[in-house]
């Protein structure tokens, strides 16, 4: 049986116009042809869906998201709740945090680091179709030097919490990093090779990882075909990464022109995850905090961050769209306000919507992203134009999905 969308107005996450009067035809979940409208010979048995007035438009794409973290914003109560929950518990909940992604037509993922397998165990699950849900893409965990950046400083040294991180140091460690993580099912890895730091606010980040560590990791994956994400914040060794064949630069508050130039050279992707930048100054601080030299960080940040972007868009960086979901923002609400801060930043409504769809989908090589023969059919019907005003997609009740070219029910899961 087929699946006919039958739209009047069509974003692809190609083509920088509107596509007008095409019929979508899908079979066994993919885009099997596109068609104009008149030209359309419908059989039988076809399911045909008819939208004169909504934009349809590919499923969107988070790059950057955490399925075992809530998002709670207080450091204290992050920490409280990771050690409440079994991985178990972790995972459940986590699934329900990937139905709230795509709940807001966000129908592909990338995990950026979850304890206890928990990423990697939900989107078993998933592509063993025993549950429905985004596409997913997990790295197990990240590779930390010892007590670095994800290797969480901070816990009592009493406490034994072994597995928030996967700590390597020396290029035989992170070798192994590498291998076990793709022992535990791992699609990519991430790594932590340059951190922020408060200490000294004329040098407001440090290289964590060496330049043979960096490289250790790099050849290795590129040995097992697989791609390589990093936390970066900024210096000589983003530029080393980008060299080594790193597939995305995450964060990457300080971008110099040598590195984006590179960037651009190598078809390095740019998730510049502004939403969780600026969502530090959301919270009202007091006045101690605002005179600390975390606060001053945060502001520095701010600004350079601006700025790379800015330098990103100029060069033609491939860039996608992270919300960091998980960590200080809860799953799949706010993911539109990474698109209304990167239209902020300089990037047309239409790049924006590019961003979170075909660069996202080119990111994860799943065949998602643009409206194309051959793609998985994970598709949006949206009321209102997201051309004109990106927060028509903050309301889940302007979007319709379909998810391999089958409707996805929001509200049997939302029900209580
Ligand atoms: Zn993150």
Known sequence: MRTIIKAKKIINGVDDNIIKDKCIIIKNGLINEIVNVEKFKPSHNDLIFNYNNEIVMPGMIDVHVHLAFSGITDNRSFRAESADMDYGAQALRGYRFALEHMSYGFTSLRDMNAPGNVAINIKNMINNKKLIGPNILACGLGLSITGGHMDQPGWGSHTNFIDMTYPCDGPNEFIKGVRSQLKAGADFIKTNMCVSSTYDLDHPYKQEMSNKEIEAVCTEAQMHNVRVAS??????????????????????????????????????????????????????????????????????SREAKWESLDKAINSNVQIALGTDAGFMLPHGSMNYREMEYMVQGGMSNMQAIKAATQFGGKLLELNVGTIEVGQRADILIVKGNPLKDIKVLKNRENIEIFKDGKKFDKHSFLSN
């Open 231 to 300: 936390h970066t914040s900024g210096g000589p060794s983003i530029t080393t990464a980008v060299r080594s064949g790193i597939h995305s630069v995450e964060h990457g508050h300080w971008l110099d022109n040598e590195t984006i130039n590179l960037m651009a050279e190598k078809n390095t992707f740019y998730v510049p995850t502004l939403l969780v930048n600026e969502r530090n100054f959301e919270f009202e601080h007091d006045a101690n905090f605002t005179k600390s030299k975390n606060w001053k960080w945060l502001k520095l």
